[in-house]
């Protein structure tokens, strides 16, 4: 029995109501699993509370006092809203409903994500997914989003939960018309004579570093052009502009269709994990469950088909994320 009837008042309520209805203490304390005693004290610490009679004691029966039947009616209506309440929320935890917030960096996210959402809202109609693009890792909890993918080739110390779902790397490319003007650079070392096209965001370092596996190389890139984001400077490169360490997942395509050249494509860059960020692991509803198990199924073998490009056919070992 609770001592406090202000944490205990739906506890209180519950036993005057089995009184009621059972028309003894006895029998409601059976119900409850309490000593008779026990009920009568809640039930009486209820009429304290409320300075209203709410049964009249006899040794043969019970009866309801006029304010009683008017509580009486209140509590039923109170208790079932809890009830209705409590489903609500289990049943989320049942059938994906309600509305999923979702983070990720942009590029990234239109290649790999968007498809995705589209693919759960149509799985799961009852979700309204708000997807939303972010260069830096988002306040999960401050902006209330449930589930966030993000690229690091290291994680910034926090207190949020993250999994490993795979890696991807860049590469060095240009446009023909570029290499044409300029020259193709034989050697890592040349790249400090030429246009470099530089992304600058949390999930890449400042200079290019890259490696063949063997070896490792870091330039201080300098060009015309830095952007906190693949498309900007996929577009400068595809434009001629100059040479652009970019994401896989960026460039591949281009690559594919001849607008780019990969340059040096023994070299890349160290490996990039991607990574599930979630606030907690603990007591995920259904919504948040669903679109992990998707990410954890599909995004996988999406990044392996793009990494396995035969431009890419001289592959660093891979390096392991650990999860958290």
């Known amino acids: ?24 203490f006895t029998a409601a304390a059976a119900q409850m699993a309490l000593t008779t005693a026990q009920v009568s004290r809640l039930v009486s610490e209820l009429e304290k509370r409320l300075q209203a009679k709410l049964l009249q004691r ?3 029966r019970l009866a309801l006092t006029s304010a009683g039947e008017r509580y009486a009616d209140q509590c039923r209506s109170i208790l079932d809203m809890v009830a209705e309440a409590e489903s609500g929320v289990g049943g989320a935890n049942v059938e994906p409903a309600g509305r999923l917030r979702v983070r990720c960096m942009a590029a990234f996210g239109e290649r790999y994500v968007v498809p995705l959402v589209s693919k759960y809202c149509a799985m799961y109609p009852k979700v309204t997914v708000e997807y939303g693009t972010s260069q830096y890792a988002p306040d999960l909890i401050a902006e209330g989003v ?26 060095l490319c240009a446009a023909p018309t570029y290499l044409k003007r300029r020259g193709t650079p ?36 300098g060009g015309p052009l830095v952007g906190d984001n693949p498309g900007v400077v996929l577009h400068a490169a595809s434009s001629g502009l ?18 780019l050249r990969v340059v040096l494509p023994a070299w890349r860059s160290p490996a990039i994990g991607v990574y599930l960020m979630m606030p907690s692991r603990k007591f995920l509803e259904a919504k948040t469950r ?5 990410l954890r199924t599909e995004l996988p073998t999406a990044l392996r088909r793009d990494a396995g490009h035969p431009a890419t056919a001289s592959k660093p070992k891979p390096r392991r994320y650990p999860s958290r």
């Not at 029995?1 to 003894?24: E, P, Q, W």
């Not at 110390?157 to 991807?168: I, P, Y």
């Not at 896989?248 to 395509?253: E, L, Q, R, T, Y």
């Open 1 to 24: 029995m609770r001592k406090n009837l202000d944490y205990g008042l739906l506890h209180a309520m519950t036993a005057f109501l089995r009184v009621v209805d059972a028309g003894s």
């Open 58 to 60: 006899t040794t043969r």
């Open 146 to 171: 449930d589930a966030s993918v993000y690229l690091a080739q290291r994680l910034p110390d926090s207190n949020l939960v993250a999994q490993a779902l795979g890696e991807t790397y860049g590469l």
């Open 186 to 221: 034989k050697s890592v070392e040349e790249l400090a004579a030429h246009a470099c096209l530089r992304i600058a965001n949390p999930s890449t370092t400042p200079d290019w570093t890259m490696t063949d596996g063997t070896r490792s190389f870091t330039l201080d890139a």
């Open 242 to 259: 100059g040479i652009a360490l970019l994401p896989i997942f960026s460039a591949v395509d281009h690559i594919r269709n001849g607008e």
């Open 290 to 294: 669903a679109w992990i198990e998707l």
